[in-house]
């Protein structure tokens, strides 16, 4: 999807001309053309939203409608609690192993809740923690995923990918699952498997062409690695549970995630709105969907435009790849040694002489959701119009906060 980013700048200015600064849109004919590309990608496997990287019920409840999506990958217990408690989804897997004792307790008193979401585990402790919460024989059984590690190990202690479950082989796996099969009050449903390295790494870094190398030949390489141990660990764990679901992937990895037989659906969130961490893929480039507007409030020099605000710094190692890129009016870019300031921001370039105060400049965020925390609405923009959504935050729900 090619962006006119005159237009889109026009657009997004007269849609939100009535509000003040800072603003957030969403430009909707943008979401939901990544939408139906990630359907297609997917290949006729169904697609389970990632909420992390929406934070706004009306945004999860329009591509849950539809064709291709269907349920939702939370980040916390009470925000999946949450979810169905309002309505949006009736099958939600938490996508991390919860500690939440008020939250498993809820989950226990609760039939239908208890069938709608899946927790995930990882060790038979998270499994003792349950049971210390509610008794096993007082309870409907807790739906439990299975998180098999996806990283890569070539070699030794070489780990490629980030650090999340402990169980790496089928032999773990099947281990697991078995102990699992052995616990009352318990139903081993699913199985994730998160290839991280290759769904969240892009393997086109702007003027980095030695990385990019590494990059490519690190996932050429790991893929078929992983591809061959979760098809294995699938079959372990299928001997002691009767498994409703496997899943896999991501945003960067739906297409090759989808074509593994062990795989029975995708997740994917942040290619909904498209922030500049997808920019540096090759196989498919989200449209820009999401997007900021700070107000130009002085010049202290002929080729600087200064904005208020600014520092909304994405999660991750710190680097330049995490902060916010000045997107609209086109070539701006920050002033080196001050970067995004959190009450000030001056940027650069020949785009910075056109400005005055009182124009907006609109950003993109370096990841999807997390931009939700800064914001009580997103501003949903369809033609010349915007309409209020408000996001997690926007409801009180900082569940990480």
Known sequence: ????????????????DHLETPVAAVNLAAFDANAAELTRRAAGKPIRVASKSVRCRALLERVLARPGWKGVMAYTLPE????????VTDDVLVAYPTADRTALRELAADPALAAAVTVMVDHPAQLDLIDQ??????????????????SWKPAGS???????????SAVQ??????????????????VMSYEAHIAGVGDD??????????????????LPELLARRSAAVRAIREHADLEFVN???????????????????????????PTLFDTYRSWRPAPAAFFALSVVRRPAPRIATVLG????????AETSRLPTPYLPDGLKFKGDEGAGEVQTPLLGPAAEELRPGDRVWFRHAKAGELCERVNELQLIDGDTATPALTYRGEGRAFLG
């Open 158 to 168: 070489l780990h490629v990918g980030v650090r999340r479950s402990p169980v790496h």
């Open 1 to 16: 999807m090619v962006t006119d980013r005159i237009a889109l700048r026009q657009r997004l200015d007269q849609a939100t």
């Open 310 to 317: 600014g520092g909304w710094i994405a999660s991750g190692p």
């Open 80 to 87: 999946a609690i949450w979810l169905v408690r309002t309505g």
């Open 205 to 222: 870094p702007p003027g980095r062409a030695l990385r990019a190398r590494a990059i490519r030949l690190m996932q050429k390489k790991a």
């Open 133 to 150: 919460t509610s008794a096993p024989g007082t309870r409907p059984p807790i739906r439990l995923c299975i998180d098999v590690d996806a």
């Open 173 to 190: 796996a099947g281990t697991l699952a078995r102990k699992i099969s052995a616990r009352q009050g318990f139903q081993l449903v699913g």
């Open 248 to 274: 896999g992937g991501g945003t960067g990895s739906v297409a090759a995630t989808s074509a593994d037989p062990a795989v029975t659906e995708v997740t994917a969130g942040s290619g909904l709105y498209g």
